[in-house]
């Protein structure tokens, strides 16, 4: 099982990203897809989720409007795209696979740095 994350990096206030992450070694549509992040000293936090069809999503209040995630199951990959980015979005975040028949399924990516800072 692989969660490969990728499209973090420097990002002025203000301006977008939009990171990635492809999946292999499990039936990807069966599996809910979220968007965590964490900064240092302090919890994960989830930014963002989809479920497996793709037909719900949610967002923490924080990046509601500004943030979108979205999916492909026919490439085995979630995204993020973050807009109007905020100093204090800054944070790695990551990306985490949960099945939706045995939820304590649940896989991670390494992470991806995202830095928003003039």
């Known amino acids: 099982v692989q969660l490969v994350e990728s499209g973090g990096g420097l990002v002025q206030p203000g301006g977008s990203l939009r990171l990635s992450c492809a999946a292999s070694?499990?039936?990807?549509?069966?599996?809910?897809m979220s968007w965590y992040r964490q900064t240092p000293g302090k919890e994960r936090e989830l930014v963002a989720y989809?479920?497996?069809?793709?037909?719900?999503?949610n967002y923490a209040d924080s990046v509601k409007g500004r943030f979108t995630i979205s999916r492909d199951n026919a490439k085995n990959t979630v995204y993020l795209q973050m807009n109007n980015l905020k100093p204090e979005d800054t944070a790695v975040y990551y990306c985490s696979a949960r099945s939706e028949v045995a939820g304590y399924l649940v896989y991670w990516g390494q992470g991806t740095q995202v830095t928003v800072s003039s």
């Open positions: 070694g499990f039936t990807f549509s069966r599996f809910a």
């Open positions: 989809i479920s497996g069809g793709g037909g719900t999503t």
